[in-house]
């Protein structure tokens, strides 16, 4: 499988770049990147400003001339485009507890499945920005995108996802469920998240 971390967007929130926030000495970005080395085939990003991640030495593309900079779902069309892989896993760049334990769940689900896309749920919220995605659903994005629907519930409806909540996953995965589908948006949660951090490592 192909991991590709979406990282075209504006921190607008967050006020400076979320991908690069360091967490325990490393950006978050990084941590990503390392977390999935062991299992994926090739990890790629995609980014707008490209040359902001060249030092980590991985692919990177800007999103397709036709979509630039049109949200996640742009940042998902081109992802698929360019890994040219049927089974596609997507991360936000700001989610910097994601477990690869779990995103190999997720993978497996879509493999034995025969979903369009396996996407995580937790307390009523569903993650689209860490799912695993096929192929077959770019047609559906470009058709979405060429007519303003930016969100991805809209393309979540439209194509055969299956959602899964915590006591659906083997048990000895449901504890890093909970912060594995963290986000950061506002300088407030990362400083929750240099907190959990430094909480888990004294344990
Ligand atoms: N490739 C790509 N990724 C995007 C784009 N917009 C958002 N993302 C990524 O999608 C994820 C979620 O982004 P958001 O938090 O919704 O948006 P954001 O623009 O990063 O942040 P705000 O400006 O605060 O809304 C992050 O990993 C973003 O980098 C885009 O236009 N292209």
């Known amino acids: 499988m192909k991991t590709i971390i979406l ?9 400076k770049n979320k991908a690069l926030l360091p967490i325990g000495g490393k950006s978050i970005i990084k ?12 990890i790629i990003i995609i980014a707008n400003i490209p040359e902001i991640y060249n030092e980590l030495d991985l692919s990177i593309f800007p999103d397709v001339p036709e979509f630039r900079g049109e949200g996640p779902l742009a940042g998902i069309y081109t992802g698929i485009d360019v890994a040219d892989e ?22 497996r689900e879509l493999k034995n499945s025969g979903v369009d896309a396996v996407i995580p749920s937790h307390q009523g919220r569903v993650h ?13 994005i470009k058709e979405n995108l060429l007519n303003g629907k930016r969100k991805m519930s809209h393309l979540l409806n439209e194509v055969n996802a299956k959602i ?36 888990i490592n004294k344990l």
């Not at 990282?7 to 006020?15: D, Y």
């Not at 941590?31 to 090739?42: D, G, H, L, Q, Y």
């Open 31 to 42: 941590r990503i990147a390392e977390e999935f080395t062991p299992i994926s085939e090739e």
């Open 128 to 140: 689209p920005l860490f799912g695993a995605y096929h192929k077959r659903i770019q047609p559906f």
């Open 7 to 15: 990282a075209g967007g504006k921190s607008s929130r967050m006020g």
């Open 164 to 199: 899964i909540e915590k006591q659906d996953i083997p048990e000895e995965l449901q504890v890093e469920w909970e912060y594995c589908l963290w986000n950061l948006n506002t300088l407030e949660d990362y400083q929750k998240a240099l907190e959990f951090y430094q909480n």
């Open 86 to 107: 049927d089974f596609c896993l997507f991360i936000a760049c700001d989610m910097p507890f994601v477990s690869r334990k779990i995103g190999e769940y997720l993978i």
